[in-house]
């Protein structure tokens, strides 16, 4: 996409969802690093329907730890990967009392120190709970900034650098969630809803796979 394009994507964007954010349900950071390293492989509605009683019973790192992993488990047992994300939580609860006083690190280091924190959970909480201008790239925003040509790559790492190259400064800091929640809800995966989309006009994906038309494939 020319630079003119990318802006116009993101105004779009921007006009129809002026204040986008994160669907998991949060009331601090803690509850968001939480939230977060749930979700892997699982639904924000799955992680939502568990943390509310995983919270109240350990709203802190520190009732985190005395809840243990077994409680822990008690708690996310319907949530993908239960067994190693209750001891992930606990250990990364442990490191957070012993070498951050019981708060939620704001450098991406420090993140990703953590047990079951990786370099997409520290973009999201960094962006989310701190405000950075952070692109976290899930399986969502590498297939929309593929398919679209808004930033083409061959892994989530390429991906995030030509994205933090490509988006304009104004719209960095909600880039994340404008197109994680464009790629959820409208540019899915087996059949993007291109007749709903408020930017199809701009995208480099063939009409024609979407069955409303035709249109050149992007370059290669």
Not at 33 to 45: G, M
Not at 109 to 122: F, I, M, N, Y
Request: hydrophobic residues 40%; aromatic residues 4%.
């Amino acid at each position: 996409m020319t630079p003119e394009t990318v802006r116009e994507l993101f105004r779009r964007l921007e006009e129809a969802n002026p204040a986008p954010t994160t669907e998991l349900a949060y009331a601090n950071p803690f509850e968001l690093l939480v939230a977060v390293i749930l979700s892997a492989q699982a639904t924000d509605r799955s992680v939502n329907a568990a943390t509310p009683d995983l919270f109240a019973a350990a709203p802190t790192p520190a009732a985190m730890v005395d809840l243990g992993v077994e409680g822990v488990r008690g708690h996310i047992r319907t949530i993908g990967l239960f067994n190693s994300k209750a001891r992930n939580l606990v250990r990364a609860c442990e490191v957070l009392i012993a070498e951050h006083g019981g708060e939620v690190p704001r450098t991406r280091d420090a993140l990703e120190a953590l047990p079951g924190v990786g370099r997409k959970t520290a973009n999201v909480v960094l962006n989310t709970a701190f405000g950075e201008e952070t692109i976290a790239v899930d399986t969502h925003i590498y297939r929309v900034s593929n398919r679209t040509g808004l930033a083409p790559g061959r892994n989530v790492r390429e991906v995030e650098d030509r994205l933090l190259e490509t988006v304009p400064g104004k719209y960095r800091r909600h880039a994340h969630h404008w197109l994680i929640l464009h790629g959820r809800y409208t540019c899915i995966a087996r059949r993007p809803r291109c007749g709903e989309c408020t930017v199809s006009d701009l995208c480099a994906w063939p009409r024609d796979r979407a069955g409303i038309g035709s249109r050149p494939p992007p370059p290669v």
